[in-house]
Each structure stands twice: as structure tokens, then as C-alpha cells.
């Protein structure tokens, strides 16, 4: 069982080869723990914000897409009837070229043992900094070729969570998560945004959850979702920060009232994953970043 996320920490500590894991929680605040709201004003919020996107260009000029995230995540190994639970913070810089090929650099700052299973199994390893080359996926699934029309999203969207066997009745629920995810990858254009936010704002679920600052400082306005359904043993709901702009800033899941028995966690509203978007531009080269 594995669920990776993002987080901006500012002074945190690269590791190396050989640097151990300590027990010191790295657990966030959330942002947000509110689990419902004004859905007419999250509309409202979404309608204004998919406006101002569809007036923007991307931002530099280049045959490459450029996105640098920082990602917090916790990794959850179980073995001999124990569980590890990790809390991980890793940079991801991303450039994707025309042909839709990427090469990813992910630099690991901080992984740190958390919960009351300490002593459980070596959680997997995450070799550090690493450096990867992608060949082109498929365009169903890469969110820099998803239409920017709201109603063929949508149907794009759908199409992901029937060929995961999502029932009928969990539409609504895969197409929350599959936007935000997208939205989180930082390689959608102003355009692309605007009709992801028109797609959220068709869902009964969505809410507003009032202004907000991300953990870089940036003011912003945080609209949720509730994405787990009834079966579930805690409530999971997923914020999308929005600038004044419309721009996206962060993503966050967030467990409520605590996290899921499994984890062993203090039982507070845990951050399950967490993604802050910290610059998108079109760039000339891999390696250039503006």
C-alpha cells in the first residue's frame, strides 16, 4: 500500500548515501480539514477562475514544458504483520518535450520514519536523486494533450475511471481525483486549466473552503472535494488553491477525523498527499528552468 504526495518545506535536509532515517515526525498541517461548504460559491470560484485562465498565454517561450513541484508523500510498507509508515519531501523538475517524451530529475530533501511502527520492515528505497527519461505515454493519459473543451474533458476523464472498473456510481468521485491529479502535474496550459475547473464545477460535491495562504506564503482560495466514498474508514477530501489569477498552486488530500487505522498515526486530520506547484514556463533545452 503505497500513497505519494506534496509539500513546500523551506531548510530542510538533502539526504545522501549512508544518512539514516530518523523517527521524527514529518507531519504538516492541513490547510483545510472542512469536509463540506458553499457549493454555489465554489462554482462561482471555478466559473471566475477557468475566466481569467482562458485570457492568459503560457508563461516563456520554447519548444519544451517546464514544471517544477514539490511533493510530499507518505509510503507505507507492510511486511511479517508490521508496517512502516515514511514521510517523504522530493523536487521534481520536469521537461516535456514536443513529441511528448520527458525527462524528470527528482531530488529527494527529507525522508523520515513516522507513526508508532518504527521498527517495522525497511521501507523501499528511494535511490536518492534520480534522474529519468519517459517515452511518450499515451495521450489519454498525459495531461498536456487533454482537450480544452469542458464537456470532451469530461468525457476523456470518464473514459480513464471506466477503464479502471470504477462503477457508475463513483464517476463523480474518479473525475475529481483524475482532474486534480492532472492539475497537480503542472504541464496543463492557462486553457487546459480553464476547462478542468468547468469539469469540477459540474460535480454536486464541490465546495468552497474559503481563502487560504499555501506553505510557500502564496494567498490563494481553496475549493474541495470529498474523493473517498461511503465504504471508507475515514473521510478523504482533496483541495485545489487556485491564485487570483486562476493559476493552480497546490493539491492536497487530507484524512479526517484522523488517518486510516493502518498508519499508526497520531489520530489528528493527516495529510495524505500534498502537491505545491512552484514555477511552469516553456523553456529552449532540458536544463533550462526559465
Known amino acids: 500500500m503505497t500513497a505519494v504526495v506534496t509539500l513546500l518545506l523551506v531548510g ?12 521524527t515526525p514529518l507531519l504538516p498541517a492541513p490547510l483545510r480539514t472542512a469536509t463540506t461548504g458553499d457549493h454555489a460559491a465554489a462554482v462561482q470560484a471555478l466559473t471566475q477562475a477557468a475566466e481569467r485562465q482562458r485570457a492568459l498565454s503560457p508563461a516563456g517561450a520554447g519548444p519544451l514544458l ?61 535511490r536518492y536523486n534520480r534522474q529519468t527519461e519517459f517515452p511518450p505515454g499515451s495521450p489519454d493519459l498525459d495531461p498536456a494533450t487533454m482537450p480544452t473543451d469542458a464537456a470532451q474533458l469530461r468525457a476523456r476523464l470518464i473514459a480513464r475511471a471506466v477503464t479502471s472498473g470504477a462503477p457508475a456510481s463513483l464517476h463523480d468521485i474518479a473525475v475529481a481525483g483524475e482532474a486534480l491529479s492532472d492539475l497537480a502535474s503542472g504541464l496543463t496550459s ?6 478542468y475547473y468547468e469539469v469540477l464545477a459540474q460535480l454536486p460535491g464541490v465546495f468552497d473552503a474559503g481563502p487560504v495562504r499555501d506553505r510557500a506564503g502564496r ?8 474523493v473517498s466514498d461511503h465504504t471508507s474508514l475515514v473521510v478523504a477530501t482533496s483541495y485545489l488553491v487556485l491564485a487570483e489569477s486562476g493559476t ?37 533545452a532540458v536544463g533550462d528552468t526559465h
Open 219 to 226: 494567498p490563494g482560495h481553496a475549493i474541495g472535494v470529498v
Open 66 to 126: 517546464y514544471s517544477r513541484s514539490q511533493v510530499y508523500g507518505l509510503d507505507v510498507t507492510v511486511a511479517r504483520h508490521q508496517a512502516t509508515t515514511v514521510a517523504r519531501t522530493t523536487i521534481i523538475d520536469t521537461w516535456q518535450r514536443p513529441d511528448r517524451s520527458r525527462h524528470l530529475e527528482r531530488h529527494v530533501q527529507n525522508v523520515n520514519r513516522v507513526g508508532t511502527n518504527v521498527g517495522g520492515p525497511q521501507p523501499a528505497d528511494d
Open 190 to 195: 492557462p486553457q487546459q486549466n480553464a476547462a
Open 248 to 284: 493552480p498552486l497546490t493539491t492536497e488530500t487530507v484524512y479526517t477525523p484522523g488517518p486510516p487505522p493502518g498508519l499508526r498515526l497520531p489520530p489528528d486530520p493527516t495529510v495524505a498527499t500534498y502537491t505545491q506547484i512552484i514555477t511552469v514556463s516553456r523553456v529552449r
Open 12 to 23: 530542510t535536509t538533502v539526504l545522501r548515501p549512508g544518512d539514516v532515517a530518523t523517527a
